[in-house]
């Protein structure tokens, strides 16, 4: 691939070592579909097979998407109240007066347990970006992408921009890990 070549065809080719090389899902293309950090279809999948009744998985679910969707908070307090729930879990009941379970949304004891997964153009309101990981269907990534002509720089600002509260900033409460770069830097 030569200098100035258009990001799409980065893009694809970063697409296709995650999916062959590294064993993730491709999900195609989010542009025209609705789309969140948490893709609640792929993590009940993800919990059903870990044991979890309906009821648990519906009323964590409902926790941690309060938690991920919470406006009345910054970045970094959305980041960290997300965080706990995703690491810790959450402690959710089948009914009142019954023990307390924790539904993990993640196998941090078994990593290779999860479901990985990869979609390109995960759009959310009027922003794209490029590429978006899930792990279990939570967005864990986001990875923007630039031609080589153009400095990594920007795919920088852009994910800054992205994160702030007039735009997604609700859609990197589940993100730990946002990077750019390009054919020729990152």
């Known amino acids: 691939m030569g200098i100035g070549q258009q990001e799409k065809a980065t893009q694809k080719r970063v697409i296709k070592l995650f999916a062959q090389e590294l064993g993730y899902t491709y999900l195609g293309d989010f542009t025209?579909?609705?789309?969140?950090?948490?893709?609640?279809?792929?993590?009940?999948?993800f919990l059903i097979r870990k044991g979890y009744s309906p009821v648990l998985i519906?009323?964590?679910?409902?926790?941690?998407?309060?938690?991920a969707g919470d406006q009345s908070v910054n970045l970094y307090d959305l980041n960290e109240?997300?965080?706990?729930?995703?690491r810790y879990g959450v402690?959710?009941?089948e009914s009142v007066g019954q023990h307390k379970i924790?539904?993990?949304?993640?196998?941090?004891?078994?990593?290779?347990e999860n479901d990985f997964y990869i979609a390109e153009e995960v759009t959310i309101?009027?922003?794209?970006?490029d590429l978006v990981l899930y792990i279990n269907g939570i967005a864990f990534a986001v990875i923007e992408l630039k031609r080589s002509t153009v400095s990594m720089s920007e795919g920088i600002r852009?994910?800054?921009?992205?994160?702030?509260?007039?735009?997604?900033?609700?859609?990197?409460?589940?993100?730990?890990?946002?990077?750019a770069g390009n054919d020729s830097e990152g």
């Open 91 to 93: 402690k959710v009941s």
């Open 102 to 112: 924790t539904v993990q949304f993640v196998d941090w004891e078994h990593p290779l």
């Open 58 to 67: 519906n009323r964590a679910l409902k926790e941690l998407q309060d938690a």
């Open 158 to 179: 852009q994910n800054l921009t992205n994160q702030r509260p007039d735009m997604i900033m609700q859609f990197f409460a589940t993100v730990g890990l946002v990077l």
């Open 32 to 45: 025209e579909r609705k789309n969140a950090n948490i893709e609640t279809e792929l993590l009940t999948k």
């Open 81 to 86: 109240q997300t965080y706990k729930k995703l």
């Open 125 to 129: 309101k009027h922003k794209r970006p």
